[in-house]
C-alpha cells in the first residue's frame, strides 16, 4: 500500500506547480500581451481598417487557411479606425488588468477573446508566439492565475490556500501544451538535413529573411552550426519526457529551464522570429518549482513570496477542482492531440480542405501548427518584397525605395524602425499561404497608397509579389554560379475607371 501512494505523489507531483511560478507566468504573458499590442496599433489602419491590406471583404469570400474564423472577431463588425482603435484600447486595459491580477479571471476571459478577435481579424501576420499566447490564456482560465504577486490575493475575500503547489486538471492542460509544442516542433523534422548530416540550421540561417547579424556569424563556422542542429532535435524530443520524469522532478525542471532560456535566447540572436522566443521564456516560468523558490526566499521575506501557507508543503500538492465540467478538459487536451496528429499527416499549407477539427480548433482558438522549417529546409537564400513598375518601366521598391533586392548582396537589411520590419511577416504570410484575393488586395492597397504620395513622374501603373531565390551553397563549398529564380507571385493592374 506504502508504495502505491508513494506512486500516486510521484505522479501527482508532475502535473503540479506553484502558486508563485503561476503569478509569475501572468505577468510575463501579460507583459507580452501588451507589448504585441502596442506594436500592432503602430500599424493598426494598415493591418485592420477596410483601408488597410486585408479589407474584411476579403475575410468574408477567402477564407485563410490557419487562423481563427472571422465571424467570431468583433474586428469585423466595422472596418473604420475608431473602431479599432476602440478594441485595441479594450484589449489593453484587459492586459493592465492581467497584469496586475485585478479580477484575474475576468481579464483572462476579455484578453483571451479580443485576442481571438485581433487573430481573425489579421490572420496574414501570425506567428508561433501568437498561437502559444492564445493557448496560454485559454488554459489559464482553470487555474488561480491570481493566487500570487496580485491585487486579487490582498482582497479579504481572496481564496485560501493549504499550499503553495497546486494540482487541477488546468496545471495538467498548461503543462501538456509545452510538451505538444516541442514534441511536434521535432517529429516532422525527418529529412536528411536534420537527421542525416545535420547542416539544417546551416541552411536555415542562409535564408536571409529571418537572420540576424549575429546568425550570420555563427555561418561562419558550420561545425558548430552542426553541433546546434543536433542539440536543437535532442531538445525538442527530450524535454517532453524530462517535464514528466516522475523522479527527481523538481531539479531536473530547474534545470530544464535554465537551458531552455539560453536555447530560446540563442534563437532570438540568431534569427527574427519576432516574439517567439520571449512567450516561450514567459511560458517555462510557470514550470518553476517550489524548490526555486525556497532558494529566492532566502534573500526575500517569505511573506512577499506567498510562503506562508495554512498547511504544510509536505503533505504534497493541494487539489483543487477545475471550473466546468469535468471531463471538459481531458476531453479538449485529447483534441488538441490528434488536431496535431492531423496536422502533422496534412500540413496546413498544403490543403485548402478544412476537417471538423479544423474548424472546432479555429472556434476555441486551440488551433495549433508548430512544425517550422519541416519536414526539410529551403536550401536558397530566399528574398520576397513588394514592387511597383511605373509607365517608363522603372521598377520601385515600395516599402525602401532605396534598397535593390536585386543586388548580389544575398542579405537583406531589416531596422527595426522601418515599418517594413513589421510588415514583413505579412510578405511572408502572402508567399507561404499564396492565396490571391489577399495578395490582390493588398498589392491594390500599396499602389494606391504609392500614387497618393508621390509626383506624378513618379506614379506606378501596376504592382507585383516577387520572390528571389539564390542556390546556397553546400558547407565549405563555393559555387561558381548559384541558380538564381526570380517568381512573380502576384501582378495587380488596375482596372480603368469609367
Request: charged share 15%.
Amino acid at each position: 500500500m506504502q508504495t502505491i501512494a508513494a506512486r500516486k505523489n510521484h505522479l501527482s507531483e508532475l502535473f503540479a506547480l506553484d502558486l508563485r511560478s503561476l503569478g509569475l507566468f501572468r505577468i510575463g504573458i501579460a507583459l507580452i500581451l501588451l507589448y504585441e499590442l502596442l506594436l500592432r496599433s503602430f500599424e493598426l489602419s494598415f493591418f485592420y481598417t477596410d483601408q488597410g491590406a486585408t479589407p474584411r471583404e476579403v475575410l468574408w469570400h477567402s477564407p485563410f487557411p490557419m487562423g481563427i474564423v472571422w465571424w467570431i472577431s468583433p474586428h469585423m463588425l466595422s472596418g473604420s479606425f475608431a473602431w479599432q482603435a476602440f478594441l485595441f484600447i479594450l484589449s489593453g486595459l484587459a492586459g493592465v488588468a492581467l497584469l496586475l491580477g485585478y479580477q484575474t479571471r475576468w481579464a483572462i476571459a476579455i484578453s483571451w477573446f479580443l485576442l481571438m478577435g485581433s487573430h481573425a481579424r489579421q490572420p496574414m501576420i501570425l506567428q508561433g508566439n501568437d498561437v502559444l499566447l492564445r493557448c496560454a490564456l485559454f488554459w489559464s482560465f482553470f487555474v488561480p492565475l491570481g493566487a500570487r504577486f496580485s491585487l486579487d490575493s490582498l482582497s479579504k475575500n481572496a481564496t485560501t490556500y493549504h499550499s503553495n503547489r497546486i494540482l487541477s486538471w488546468g496545471t495538467t492542460a498548461i503543462i501538456l501544451q509545452l510538451c505538444i509544442l516541442y514534441f511536434n516542433a521535432a517529429i516532422p523534422k525527418v529529412s536528411y538535413e536534420w537527421r542525416g548530416d545535420f547542416n539544417a540550421l546551416y541552411y536555415v540561417l542562409n535564408m536571409d529573411y529571418f537572420t540576424n547579424p549575429f546568425g550570420y556569424w555563427v555561418l561562419q563556422y558550420p561545425a558548430i552550426l552542426v553541433l546546434l542542429t543536433k542539440a536543437t532535435l535532442l531538445l525538442e524530443i527530450s524535454i517532453p519526457f524530462i517535464l514528466l520524469m516522475p523522479f527527481g522532478n523538481a531539479y531536473l525542471r530547474l534545470i530544464a529551464f535554465a537551458i531552455m532560456v539560453g536555447f530560446h535566447l540563442g534563437i532570438y540572436m540568431c534569427m527574427d522570429v519576432g516574439l517567439f522566443s520571449f512567450m516561450c521564456i514567459a511560458y517555462w516560468l510557470v514550470f518553476l518549482p517550489s524548490l526555486f523558490w525556497d532558494i529566492v526566499a532566502t534573500f526575500i521575506p517569505l511573506k512577499f513570496l506567498g510562503s506562508i501557507v495554512t498547511g504544510t508543503e509536505a503533505n504534497g500538492p493541494e487539489v483543487l477542482s477545475t471550473p466546468g465540467p469535468r471531463w471538459l478538459i481531458p476531453c479538449l487536451l485529447i483534441f488538441v492531440m490528434v488536431m496535431n496528429y492531423q496536422r502533422y499527416l496534412n500540413p496546413p499549407m498544403v490543403s485548402d480542405e478544412a476537417s471538423v477539427i479544423d474548424n472546432v480548433g479555429r472556434i476555441i482558438g486551440l488551433d495549433q501548427y508548430w512544425a517550422m522549417f519541416s519536414p526539410g529546409v529551403l536550401k536558397d537564400g530566399l528574398k520576397i518584397w513588394a514592387e511597383g513598375t511605373k509607365a517608363d518601366g522603372t521598377k520601385v521598391n515600395l516599402f525602401n525605395p532605396g534598397q535593390d533586392n536585386r543586388s548580389s548582396d544575398r542579405r537583406m537589411v531589416w531596422t527595426k524602425e522601418d515599418s517594413y520590419a513589421r510588415k514583413r511577416f505579412l510578405i511572408w504570410g502572402l508567399y507561404e499561404f499564396p492565396r490571391d484575393p489577399f495578395s490582390r488586395a493588398f498589392l491594390k492597397m500599396m499602389l494606391e497608397e504609392w500614387n497618393q504620395t508621390h509626383k506624378a513622374e513618379e506614379q506606378i501603373v501596376s504592382a507585383q509579389i516577387v520572390s528571389l531565390k539564390t542556390q546556397t551553397s553546400p558547407p565549405y563549398e563555393t559555387l561558381e554560379s548559384p541558380t538564381i529564380n526570380e517568381k512573380i507571385l502576384m501582378h495587380y493592374i488596375p482596372q480603368p475607371k469609367d
